[in-house]
């Protein structure tokens, strides 16, 4: 997943440029890390210097000046011209910029409770000042005024694109309502920004809160010693000492489900999983849902739409509603059928070890891994000495990117980092020069919220004469003191995923911040990251990294063999518990505001079992109340997207396959045609100039194995 809190960071960033343009003088006192861009290295964040109390006056401040440049181009007695409205507007609001790429990345990855409130206050305050830019009505009538003679303005094809970008940015955002409508938008807007705050939050406390606690090393038979004395050092540090703690983490699926043995202890963890933000108490979900529901199905309906996901999906690839509810119906059919068919082979090794119980929810994990190692011979657990975390990084996912892309890296120690194990390199191109600053934050905290995601500290931007600074955060458990930071495949794949991510941003090279990176749709920005997947078991990466962190010792061509053999394996699960999870969101975004139920969960199972994913054993990936993927991520009625890029994906793997595979100019043809041209002309034509054609569906049905009858 790329970029943090998408709902206020992007919406100021869409109007903000960043970094190195003259900017207005601040009446920051200089002690201020934000009253000037930073002096580190292309912009880099003084984060030894940024106290928490630095945060609200660069808000004001930066509010204040931004709200100033907007009067000054929307009053200007100039006639519009691109360069004194459209250019004025994206090398407007720097502080602004600076200081919310901060806030809203750090708000993510190392919060706190000042951070906390801050945000609770801020979140509507930010709110307000962007729509006061996009519904100054005398702002728009400059942007119409290009806009409507677009063709005879003698625009290059980037600078014609951003005027219609920016004309449809205002009118999506309301331009063209009413003055009462307007109003009543603008309190909409408020009051979103606070529920997707409040339910941000409330995921994060309720998943400490939610923690199963258990009394004895006996109720963890199954996982290994390290982990339990884990176990006990977090109970420790909760006040329980001398009891266990096995923290619920992100999705409903969590990894110790696939280790422990005491099925009893396995139900009570799933059972905290799934129940999360919906049994009542302090951090409870469900009222903020449905008023997040009603307000977004009201916004809709205000702008002229009949729901909420007609809204979103306009500006998206997919474009209707219609396109993907097609699209995730004709995969569960068949998904769902597969899942029926791996669980009918659990349940035979439940029978065979004389279980005495029908397959669960929490049983997946356990037994499909008794399966897996019945029919391959091999269990998740042998890969894991030969997936430790510097191995991958160094002489994996930057082996890769240096064959495929001609990248070097080094890591500095100079530049200051928020948390200690927060690592950074300076990323250079194949002809030496310069290219990035990449942050890698890879380890769990309590403070961090749950997921995978990429963020840009600083964009590139020609217009603006700044370089990228791209960040990728994972989960992983950190071990204890001295102990290797072994990977789970999931784990491994994640990161050559972000990796993607941020490939996508480092090599960016447009002229306006509007389009750097991954400011692409959100249908489309998981595409580049997922085709970075297939880098991480291609054999000549594979051979580089795999290697066993006590002895060095490659792994065993037999277990790579067996890894790429049991590549289709669980897919049934796997795509199962991924649509159950869209459905969900178009089910909610697709609502009228006078269709909002009351009751939550009745609504949540009647949707699964009318979407026909409703199979017991295979949860959604998220349920309602923790998705915050799309109730305060930023894809509301998005979640799709993932697997509407992944046809993209799989196509591209296929064109990789086809010229060649891991050769620097096929690298250097994926870079120059989509990963370099971020949001700067429509992405499905981009695909087209990249592939030559429209994608097809058979690669990624074949991945899935969906192509079996």
Known sequence: MNQTNIFIATAVAAVCGSAYAAEPASMLPASNPFATVSPLQWGYPQFDKIKNEDYAPAFAEGMRINAAEIE????????????????ALEKSGQLLSRVSTVFFSLSGANTNDTFKALERELSPKLSAHSDAIRLNAKLYARIKSLYDKRDKLHLDAESKYLLQRYNTDFVRAGARLSDADKEKLKAMNGELAKLQTSFAQNVLEEANASALIVDTREELA?????????????????????KFAIPVVNTTGQANLAVLTNRAVRERLMAASLARGSHGGKFDNTDVVLKLARLRAEKAALLGYPNFAAYSLEDQTAQTPEAVNKMLSEFARPAVANAKKEGAEIQQVIDKENGGFQLAAQDWSFYSDKVRAERFNFDQNQLKPYFELNNV?????????????????????????????????????????????????????????????????????????????????LNIPKPNAGEPTLLTYDELRTAFHEFGHALHGMFSNVNYPRFSGTRVPRDFVEFPSQVNEMWSVWPEVLANYAKHYQTGAAMPQELLDKVIASKKFNEGFRTTEYLAASMLDQKWHQLGASQIPTDLLGFEAASLKAAGVDYAPVPPRYRTTYFSHVFSGGYSAGYYGYLWSEKLDADTVNWFNEHGGMLRKNGDWFRKMLLSRGGTMDAMDMYRKFRGRDATIEPLLERRGLTEK
């Open 72 to 87: 000054a181009i929307a009053n200007n007695p100039k006639p519009a011209t691109f360069d004194n409205t459209i250019v």
């Open 222 to 242: 199954g996982m290994s010693d390290k982990a339990i004395d884990a176990a006990a050092a977090v109970a420790k540090t909760r006040g329980l000492e001398g």
């Open 393 to 473: 990084l160094t002489n994996g996912v930057f082996f890769a990117a240096n064959k495929v892309y001609g990248l070097t890296f080094k890591e500095r120690k100079d530049l200051p980092v928020y948390d200690p194990d927060v690592r950074v390199w300076d990323v250079f191109d194949a002809d030496g020069k310069q290219l990035a600053i990449f942050i890698g934050d890879y380890y769990a905290r309590s403070n961090k919220r749950g997921g995978a995601w990429m963020n840009a500290y600083v964009s590139q931007s020609k217009l603006m004469g700044t370089h990228p600074i791209i960040a990728n955060h």
